[in-house]
């Protein structure tokens, strides 16, 4: 009878987190990236340190070290590679790990490995959180000194088939203390690729007629062309033109190579569909880098007029990807942690830290902001997406009263707008900043000037829902809110699920109390403080149309708990300090609304300007 073999080694047992998930979602592309990131990031990391890959699982991989010092260091520098990759696609696409080590005595047969020491292994990678490691004393013990790594101890714990508690520990590690290698695979463009630009790009690649009909070819490239034109009015995109894009039509290509061929991030592709008197048009919006589809849509429609049908479903497309691409531009930038950003990065970062500190009403959120602006302006002083950040930033600190020098912050804001405009005036957004400057910062008697500005932003691009957002606002301060009102809806069809969705809410609760609407006024404002309760705007709208409403105590109330969140914000309303309303029959409205929702003054003071 064979003796049986035997040998001292460290083993690892990784897991992806959530792979029936991931795999429920997009099967073909997890599997896909799974395969990139063994080739990329799992085989190199086990070359550099001896390790051998014993056994993979759909979702796993059992690996062998000669050593805990060399299992640890792979695992720590494969789970800073795979963080680091997955900054670069959407967290829902995110790929992590958790893994588990131990050293001890395994079994041998042929290449494969059983024993205790397997099972401890295993049984401790189901105890690491996302992302992390967790380790036996028996690691630990080998390893503490020799690398730059701390144990936290998890006492003695309990694992599933294991007839004993394990004392286990958590590592944690500074990131500036690993370094991951270069992945020189992922790093290197492939050969006759195209390195991408500073700015997002897209390829939109001919639509698929999927009806069997020749005659409908025309509908099918009409969208796409059309698609390529009023996505080439967002100046924050590079678009790849129509002649290079339709070097594609009749092909099935693999997005990535177009990716590389074209040198772009994002490729949109899609179909069209015609039956009877109906067409469906399905379009999905992809990242080339990682292969995740990032946004995906059906648009169904009666075929009346095949022109204005084209011209609509084209809009609700534009519409929708071109915030989506900002989204997922802005959550890659911030999650991102280097120190090698362009100014258009820093930028970016600076963009999402001001929306997000007008959303959490945080003033350390909007410096912080304004802080990157500058730095980006440091590094290029024509970086216009920079001025706009700082602008923003600066206008919303006025409207929230988070700055201690108003005057001061509406004069860098309209400056930066103005700079803006000088650098590129053919960029619709730079005359959108400049009419955001005045709105928020209560310019009343520039209204008129900010609602010019915002009119022509919104000829150079209808498509932009930002824009027309603005457009609403301006609309209801200057004595239109049944327009506003209409443009406000449009923004909500045209991308229904827009991430800020909760601002267009907010405009239409505005809008609906200019309009004497009071009972949508509370209905729009009620969703939004349902999102977002902090935030001190809603809560005044809503305040406002209770009163409208002759509902008194309830305007009282949320008066009241708006006051707490922010009372300099309700201090310089109730002062008639700051207003946004052009007409002064509406002034006198909602100043004698609110003071009676603050209780001062009587409620029969509503009658006189109702």
Aim: hydrophobic share 45%.
């Amino acid at each position: 009878m064979a003796r049986e073999q035997r040998r001292l080694a460290a083993i690892v047992a990784a897991d992806v987190v959530g792979y029936s998930r991931l795999m429920g979602r997009d099967e073909s592309g997890t599997v896909a990236r799974l395969k990139e990131h063994r080739v990329q990031r799992l085989e190199p990391t086990l070359a550099r340190h001896s390790g051998r890959l014993v056994k993979l699982t759909g979702d796993g991989a059992l690996i062998e070290f000669p050593s805990a010092v060399a299992a640890l260091s792979a695992a720590i520098e494969f789970q800073q590679m795979m963080a680091a990759a997955n900054l670069e696609g959407s967290e829902e696409a995110a790929i992590v790990f958790r893994i588990g080590l131990h050293l001890g005595d395994l079994i041998v047969e042929g290449d494969d490995l059983y024993g205790d020491a397997v099972n401890v292994a295993a049984r401790l990678e189901a105890e690491a959180p996302a992302g992390g490691i967790v380790v036996s004393y028996s690691v630990r013990d080998a390893v503490v000194g020799r690398l730059k790594a701390t144990f936290e101890d998890l006492g003695h714990i309990p694992l599933k088939n294991i007839d004993r508690p394990l004392q286990a520990f958590r590592v944690e590690w500074r990131t500036a203390d690993w370094k991951a290698p270069l992945d020189t695979a992922a790093a290197l463009p492939a050969e006759g690729a195209l390195s991408l630009p500073d700015k997002p790009s897209i390829a939109v690649l001919p639509f698929t007629n999927m009806s069997g009909d020749a005659e409908q070819e025309y509908f099918t490239d009409g969208m796409t062309e059309d698609i390529i034109t009023e996505l080439s009015r967002f100046h924050s995109l590079f678009v790849i033109a129509r002649n290079s894009s339709f070097s594609y039509k009749g092909q099935s290509p693999d997005f990535r190579q177009v990716g590389k061929e074209l040198g772009v991030r994002y490729v949109l592709e899609g179909s069209v569909r015609r039956a009877s008197d109906r067409i469906r048009v399905t379009a999905q919006l992809i990242d080339t880098l990682t292969g995740t589809h990032l946004w995906a849509e059906r648009y169904d429609r009666v075929l009346q007029d095949i022109f204005a049908v084209q011209a609509e479903v084209t809009q609700a497309i534009v519409a929708a990807i071109g915030p989506q691409i900002e989204a997922t531009e802005r959550s890659k930038t911030v999650r991102r942690n280097s120190v090698a950003f362009s100014a258009y990065e820093i930028a970016l970062r600076a963009s999402a830290h001001a929306s997000e500190g007008q959303d959490k009403v945080d003033r350390k959120l909007l410096e912080q902001a304004i802080a990157e602006a500058k730095e980006a302006l440091a590094i290029d002083p024509n970086c216009v997406r920079a001025l706009h950040a700082f602008g923003y930033a600066h206008v919303i600190a006025v409207f929230l009263q988070l700055t201690d020098d108003p005057k001061y912050a509406l004069r860098q804001s309209m400056s930066a707008a103005a700079r803006a405009i000088e650098l590129d005036s053919s960029d619709a957004f730079g005359y959108t900043q400049r009419a955001v400057a005045v709105f928020y910062g209560g310019q009343v008697d520039r209204f008129p000037e900010a609602l010019a500005d915002i009119r022509r932003a919104h000829e150079m691009n209808p498509n932009d829902t930002r824009i027309l957002r603005v457009l609403a606002a301006l609309e209801a301060g200057m004595g239109e809110p049944e327009l506003a009102i209409e443009h406000g809806h449009q923004c909500l069809r045209l991308n229904p699920r827009d991430h800020r969705s909760h601002s267009t809410h907010a405009l239409l609760g505005f809008a609906c109390f200019a309009a004497k609407r009071y009972a949508e006024g509370i209905g729009w404002s009620s969703r939004v403080l349902n999102a977002l309760p902090e935030l001190p705007g809603p809560h005044a709208n809503l305040a406002l149309c209770f009163v409208g409403m002759g509902e008194i105590a309830k305007a009282k109330a949320v008066f009241t708990a708006g006051y707490k969140l922010a009372p300099e914000f309700f201090k310089v309303r109730l002062e008639g300090k700051s207003t946004y309303y052009y007409r002064s029959e509406d002034r006198e409205r909602f100043q004698t609304f609110l003071r009676i929702a603050a209780g001062l003054e009587d409620p029969s003071a509503a009658d006189a300007v109702r």
